[in-house]
C-alpha cells in the first residue's frame, strides 16, 4: 500500500483546507492509498506554540510595521538561515521518530513554508528520493519556501512561477495550478437560489470575514455600513472568536437592516455564493475561494507581507478594492451599489482569475511523482 502525508501548520487554517481538498480529490481516485495528516505545529509543546500564536496576533494587532520589517527581508533570513537549519532538523528527527514508525511515506505534499522546511531537512537527512510536494497559499512566496530537496512547486500564477525561477528554482520543477479549493467552489448556483435556501432575502448581500480568528474591525465596518441609505443585508463569519460573535449578536439586535451572524461555518461556499460583496482579510485561501464565486473583495488596512502582496496581486486585476482604513469602507460599498456595472466589471474580472480545479491538477501532479514524475 502506497503512502502519501500532507502537512500544514494549524488547524482550521488555510493551509489545511488547501491541503484536505487535494486529499479529497485524491481519496476518491485512489482509494487503495493511505493518507495522513499531520499538523507541523503540533510538534511543539501546546505552551510553546500558544505563545507563538499569541505573539503574532499582538504584533499584527499593536505594530504590523516590526513584521513588515520581519517579513521576507533578506537580512533576516541570511542571519536567521543557519538557525533554521539546525532547528528543522531536529523537527525532521522528532516528526520521523513520532510519525513514521517504521514506514515509507510515497511522496510528502506540505501547504506551509515551516513543515515544507521540516520534511525537506528530514529528506535531505534520511529520505533521499522522496517526492517532496510543495504548495503554495498565496499569490506571491516569500523565501522560506525555496528549499533544494523540494520536488515540484505548485503555485498559483505565473507572476510566482517566473520569481521561483528567478531564485534559481528550475522551471520543470515548477506548475501554477491554482490555490487548491474544496469541490464545494467547483459549480456556482444562482444567488437567489442559495439565498433562499440559507432563508435569506433576496437583497444585495454584503459578506464580511475576519478569518479563523475574526480578526479585523468588524463591529465598526457594521456601525458605517449601517449609515448607507441603500437597501442590503449582511451576513457575518466570526470564526472562533466567541466573544466577537456575542458582540456582534447584541450589535444586530440595534441596526436598522437584517443581519445574519455565523460563527465557525463549514458553508462558506454557500455564503459566497449568495454575496455580492465581500470585506474580507486577504488570505490567499479566502480571496481564492471569493475568485471562484465571482465575488468582488474590499479589503481593509492588510497586514504587512503576504496580505499585502495578494492585495497587490487582486487589485491590479480588478477584483479588489483596498482601503486603509474601516471608516472608509461604506463609501466603497455605496459607490458600487449605486453603479452595479462597476460590481459586475469587478464579478467578470474575479471569474477570470479564478481556478476552481486547482485541486484536481494538483492531484494529477502528484499522482506523477508518486509514479516516479
Not at 499593536?62 to 533570513?77: A, H, Q
Not at 515544507?116 to 497559499?137: D, E, Q, R, Y
Not at 496580505?307 to 474601516?326: T, W
Request: positive net charge; proline residues 5%; hydrophobic residues 40%.
Amino acid at each position: 500500500m502506497k503512502h502519501i502525508i500532507f502537512s500544514y501548520v494549524a488547524e482550521n487554517s488555510g493551509h489545511k483546507i488547501a491541503a484536505d481538498a487535494v486529499r479529497d480529490v485524491l481519496q476518491q481516485e485512489l482509494p487503495e492509498v493511505s493518507f495522513l495528516s499531520i499538523d507541523a505545529s503540533g510538534y511543539f509543546s501546546p505552551i510553546v506554540k500558544g505563545i507563538i500564536l499569541r505573539s503574532y496576533i499582538e504584533l499584527i494587532k499593536s505594530d504590523p510595521f516590526v513584521w513588515e520589517y520581519l517579513y521576507d527581508n533578506p537580512k533576516i533570513i541570511n542571519l536567521t538561515a543557519k538557525l533554521k537549519e539546525i532547528f528543522d532538523t531536529l523537527k525532521s528527527k522528532r516528526l520521523k521518530k513520532k510519525v513514521f514508525n517504521g514506514f515509507q511515506p510515497d511522496a510528502v505534499v506540505c501547504t506551509h513554508a515551516f513543515s515544507c522546511g521540516v520534511f525537506s531537512a528530514l529528506k535531505k537527512n534520511s529520505m533521499n528520493g522522496l517526492p517532496l510536494i510543495a504548495i503554495t497559499t498565496d499569490f506571491d512566496i516569500h523565501a522560506y519556501w525555496l528549499h533544494s530537496n523540494v520536488s515540484c512547486y505548485l503555485v498559483a500564477n505565473s507572476e510566482t512561477a517566473d520569481k521561483l525561477m528567478h531564485q534559481g528554482i528550475l522551471a520543470n520543477r515548477i506548475e501554477v495550478t491554482g490555490i487548491p479549493v474544496s469541490s464545494a467552489f467547483a459549480s456556482i448556483e444562482d444567488k437567489r437560489v442559495v439565498r433562499e435556501r440559507l432563508k435569506l432575502e433576496d437583497l444585495p448581500t454584503i459578506l464580511i470575514m475576519g478569518g479563523n480568528h475574526g480578526i479585523g474591525p468588524m463591529e465598526k465596518i457594521i456601525t458605517y455600513l449601517n449609515l448607507l441609505p441603500q437597501l442590503f443585508q449582511i451576513i457575518v463569519v466570526t470564526g472562533k472568536n466567541i466573544s466577537l460573535q456575542r458582540k456582534l449578536e447584541r450589535l444586530a439586535r440595534q441596526i436598522k437592516r437584517p443581519m445574519r451572524i455565523y460563527g465557525y461555518t463549514h458553508n462558506v461556499s454557500e455564503l459566497m455564493q449568495a454575496a455580492d460583496i465581500l470585506i474580507s482579510k486577504p488570505g490567499g485561501l479566502t480571496a481564492s475561494e471569493s475568485l471562484c464565486c465571482g465575488l468582488p473583495m474590499i479589503i481593509v488596512n492588510p497586514i504587512p507581507g503576504q496580505e499585502e502582496r495578494n492585495s497587490r496581486y487582486l487589485i491590479k486585476r480588478g477584483a479588489a478594492i483596498m482601503v486603509p482604513h474601516e471608516s472608509e469602507v461604506d463609501d466603497v460599498v455605496n459607490k458600487l451599489l449605486r453603479n452595479p456595472e462597476i460590481l459586475l466589471e469587478m464579478q467578470e474580472n474575479a471569474i477570470k482569475l479564478s481556478k476552481p480545479n486547482a485541486a484536481v491538477r494538483a492531484g494529477e501532479i502528484i499522482k506523477h511523482q508518486c509514479n516516479g514524475g
